[in-house]
C-alpha cells in the first residue's frame, strides 16, 4: 500500500491550493481516505474524509465552507483544495487510509505554506 502526495506548495493569503494524494497496492474504493494536517508546533487536526466508492464526504466543522475532497477512481486518486487561505493554514498536510478508524498507512505529507 502506498499513498503518495504532491508536492510543496506556497500561495498568497486568500489563494486555494489543491494537494493530492494518489493511492496504489489496494482496491481504492474499499477505504475512505481521510485529510490530518499539522500546524508548526501543534498536534494532528483532522479534516475530514471521502469515500472514494461514491464520493461521499464528511467535513470537519472548522474547514465547513473552506474545503473540498474530490477523488478520482480512474487515478486512485483524492484531492483536498482549500480555499480562502490564511496564514494560519500553513502546516504539513496528510492524507491517510482509513480502515474502520484506523489510520495505518500515510501520505508523505505535503508543506502548504501561506504567505505574503
Known amino acids: 500500500v502506498q499513498l503518495v502526495q504532491s508536492g510543496a506548495e506556497v500561495r498568497n493569503p486568500g489563494a486555494s491550493v489543491k494537494v493530492s494524494c494518489k493511492a496504489s497496492?489496494?482496491?481504492?474504493?474499499?477505504?475512505?481516505i481521510d485529510w490530518v494536517r499539522q500546524a508548526p508546533g501543534q498536534g494532528l487536526e483532522w479534516m475530514g474524509r471521502?469515500?472514494?466508492?461514491?464520493?461521499?464526504?464528511k467535513y470537519a466543522q472548522k474547514f465547513q465552507g473552506r474545503v473540498t475532497f474530490t477523488a478520482d477512481t480512474s487515478t486512485s486518486t483524492t484531492v483536498v483544495e482549500l480555499s480562502s487561505l490564511r496564514s494560519d493554514d500553513t502546516a504539513v498536510y496528510y492524507c491517510?487510509?482509513?480502515?474502520?478508524?484506523?489510520?495505518?498507512?500515510w501520505g508523505q505529507g505535503t508543506q502548504v505554506t501561506v504567505s505574503s
Open positions: 491517510a487510509r482509513n480502515t474502520r478508524g484506523w489510520f495505518f498507512y
Open positions: 497496492g489496494y482496491t481504492f474504493t474499499r477505504h475512505y
Open positions: 471521502i469515500d472514494p466508492e461514491d464520493g461521499g464526504t
